[in-house]
């Protein structure tokens, strides 16, 4: 079985809302302009049908993306007091000798324009996972291993 997807029903209604937009509307606009750029004539020479083409492969590769993951997924509830950093939670962190926080949503395909998402697979977001306000995690990085320490965890709601 491949990877299941943890999703909070947000992120999930809106992916599925995008799988049925491309699958409907999306091809049928795709043909639309395919059909009418061959109408133009030559297509050795033909930009716009091209383009279309290549418009049409792209999402293509959207649809068996978004598939994957509406067809493999988990819903995850996060609500209230989150004791621990979760997928769909929102995580504050400070870096090992630094003042400042950070505040990440935990989650690879949430979405919301107010924190960057942090993945659950990277490096940082694997370590964080299960950890609890005022623990410290340890993850390796590209210049060496740097120490964060969970300052506050919050549904995302």
């Avoid at 049925?20 to 395919?34: C, H, N, V």
């Avoid at 033909?46 to 293509?60: D, L, P």
């Amino acid at each position: 079985m491949s990877d299941v997807h943890e999703l909070t029903q947000a992120a999930f209604d809106r992916l599925q809302a995008e799988y049925d937009d491309l699958r409907t509307r999306g091809k049928d606009e795709i043909a639309r302009r395919i059909e009418a750029a061959r109408e133009l004539g030559d297509l050795k020479e033909n930009g716009e049908y091209h383009a279309a083409k290549e418009e049409q492969g792209k999402m293509a590769a959207r649809l068996a993306q978004l598939k994957k993951i509406v067809e493999n997924h988990r819903i995850v509830e996060v609500a209230g007091d989150v004791s621990a950093v979760q997928v769909g939670c929102v995580v504050t962190i400070r870096y090992e000798g630094d003042t400042d926080v950070e505040r990440y949503l935990v989650g690879s395909i949430e979405e919301r324009g107010d924190h960057p998402v942090l993945s659950p697979g990277s490096p940082l977001g694997s370590k964080l996972l299960g950890a609890k306000v005022g623990e410290t995690v340890a993850f390796d990085a590209p210049g060496g291993t740097l120490r964060v320490d969970v300052v506050a965890i919050d549904a995302a709601g």
